[in-house]
């Protein structure tokens, strides 16, 4: 199964600042998505990622706050906009060959202060 | 109510115990059904994926989907303490192994004590 990498693992943020999560895999995949997973909660989609075409987000997610990008078939990155501490939350990324189950970084632990 | 219920837990066994986890759900398109073991600080692992109704087993692992009574279950055999983690069930109507959308439930968390 593909290997994914996330950066950052972690960080602390100020609150109406920005930060972008880079996802990196080690063989090209048909499909990439992004997830949230908030305390307490069910890991929730947030958008799938498509090369070359804007991402389809999911609802209650809109793409002024979480732009995301794929320019090829290995990368992706998702930014989290103007963030509050509502924001505070684990992102994860997760990539799929076509036909294949989805396979999950290690995910990038935000705090906003 | 929830597309996909799941009991957090926590579950404390003694080591060799059987385990069971279990998932209920609402969408009768669901096709393909996952278990996800997440250890503290990890990310989801995939354990066990299965298509439709039927059962599949890997090692200690035994994943079952009762799709006439939307029910999922994991069994763990002879558990071991490196099993403590917590298990995410996860489901998707995509006609393609799970490749699109994935549902999760809220994870249950376990704890297999020496």
């Known amino acids: 199964s593909a290997v994914i990498s996330q950066k950052p693992s972690r960080d602390i943020c100020q609150r109406g600042t920005s930060l972008t999560i880079q996802c990196q895999v080690d063989s090209q995949v048909t499909m990439m998505f992004w997830y949230r997973q908030q305390p307490g909660q069910s890991l929730t989609l947030i958008a799938t990622a498509n090369q070359g075409s804007e991402a389809t987000y999911e609802s209650g997610f809109v793409i002024d706050k979480f732009p995301i990008s794929r320019p090829n078939l290995t990368f992706s990155t998702l930014t989290v906009s103007n963030m509050s501490p509502e924001d505070s939350s684990i992102y994860l990324c997760?990539?799929?060959?076509?036909?294949?189950?989805?396979?999950f970084g290690d995910g990038t632990r935000l705090s906003i202060l | 109510q929830k597309e996909v219920e799941q009991d957090p837990g926590p579950l404390s066994v003694p080591e060799g115990a059987i385990v069971s986890l279990n998932c209920t759900y609402s969408?009768?398109?669901?096709?393909?059904f996952m278990w996800y073991r997440q250890y503290s600080r990890k990310g989801p692992e995939l354990l066990m994926y299965t298509y439709s109704s039927g059962n599949k087993e890997d090692g200690r692992f035994t994943a079952q989907v009762d799709k006439s009574s939307k029910y999922i279950s994991l069994f763990i055999r002879d558990s071991q303490p490196s099993d403590s983690a917590t298990y995410l069930c996860?489901?998707?109507?995509?006609?393609?192994?799970?490749?699109?959308?994935?549902?999760f439930g809220k994870g249950t968390k376990l704890t297999v004590n020496p």
């Open positions: 969408n009768s398109a669901f096709q393909y």
């Open positions: 997760s990539a799929s060959g076509s036909g294949q189950p989805q396979h």
């Open positions: 996860a489901m998707s109507a995509s006609p393609q192994s799970g490749s699109e959308k994935l549902v």
